[in-house]
Nanobody, 123 residues
């Protein structure tokens, strides 16, 4: 099993940037595909981005493609989400997740979750 702790959320003005980090502990980090999800009040959880075990493969939701970048450092057991050109509709709790199946592009594969970090974008 893997434990995940997110950080880096906060309040930012529209057009600004934030960098979210997720530190993993437990079983071998490189065994997991990693991802970021977000959930806004009253909305369904959205799969934002995913990255393969090696980092060579990535997935992005259409809503964030070109603005967000997911990356990972297996030596430091971290995954990051660089978010640029933030808009009010990006406001949500952002959750880090891990999947053990090698299908990082499929939201249903993710089995382990962090507690989340809040991102608020003001207009």
């Amino acid at each position: 099993q893997v434990q995940l702790v997110e950080s880096g959320g906060g309040l930012v003005q529209a057009g600004g940037s934030l960098r979210l980090s997720c530190v993993a502990s437990g079983r071998t980090f490189s065994s997991y595909g990693m991802g970021w999800f977000r959930q806004a009040p009253g909305k369904e959880r959205e799969f934002v981005a995913g990255i393969s075990r090696s980092g060579s493969g990535t997935y992005y939701a259409t809503s964030v493609k070109g603005r967000f970048t997911i990356s990972r450092n297996n030596a430091r057991t971290t995954v990051t989400l660089q978010m640029n050109s933030l808009q009010p509709e990006d406001t949500a709790a952002y959750l880090c997740a891990a999947e053990p199946y090698g299908t990082y592009h499929e939201s249903s594969s993710f089995a382990y979750w962090g507690q989340g970090t809040q991102v608020t974008v003001s207009s």
